[in-house]
C-alpha cells in the first residue's frame, strides 16, 4: 500500500527556516506529481508548492514564492519543502501528497486530484 510520512516540522521563530520531507513508499514514484498543501486551524486546507514527476516543473501559491522550495530525489523516493523567512502566518500543518492527474491536467494546485496523503506535520511560527 502507499505510504506517505512526512516529517522535519517543529516550532521556529520569524524569519527562521525549516526543511520538510515527505517519505513515500508504495508507489512508482516518479509517475506521481507531488504536492504540498496546509492547514491552519479555522481554516481550509491550501495549496503551498508541486513539483512534477520529474522535477521539472515546479509550481507555488503567490503567498510562499520566493521564500519556500520545493524538490525531490526519485532514487530516494522523496520529495522536500525548504521553508525560508518563515511568518506567522505560515503555521500550520503541512501535508504532502501523490497524484498522476496534476500533471495530466496541468494543473496543480487542487487538493481533489492527489490520491494520496501523509499525515501532516505541524509547522509553528512563533513572533
Known amino acids: 500500500q502507499v505510504q506517505l510520512v512526512e516529517s522535519g516540522g517543529g516550532l521556529v521563530q520569524a524569519g527562521g527556516s525549516l526543511r520538510l520531507s515527505c517519505a513515500a513508499s508504495?508507489?512508482?514514484?516518479?509517475?506521481?506529481?507531488m504536492g504540498w498543501f496546509r492547514q491552519a486551524p479555522g481554516k481550509e486546507r491550501e495549496f503551498v508548492a508541486a513539483i512534477s514527476g520529474r522535477g521539472a516543473d515546479k509550481y507555488y501559491a503567490d503567498s510562499v514564492k520566493g521564500r519556500l522550495t520545493i524538490s525531490r530525489d526519485n532514487a530516494k523516493k522523496m520529495v522536500y519543502l525548504q521553508l525560508n523567512s518563515l511568518k506567522p502566518e505560515d503555521t500550520a500543518v503541512y501535508y504532502c501528497a501523490a497524484g498522476t492527474r496534476p500533471s495530466i491536467l496541468g494543473r496543480y494546485e487542487y487538493d481533489y486530484w492527489y490520491d494520496y496523503w501523509g499525515q501532516g506535520t505541524q509547522v509553528s511560527v512563533s513572533s
Open positions: 508504495g508507489l512508482t514514484f516518479d509517475n506521481y506529481a
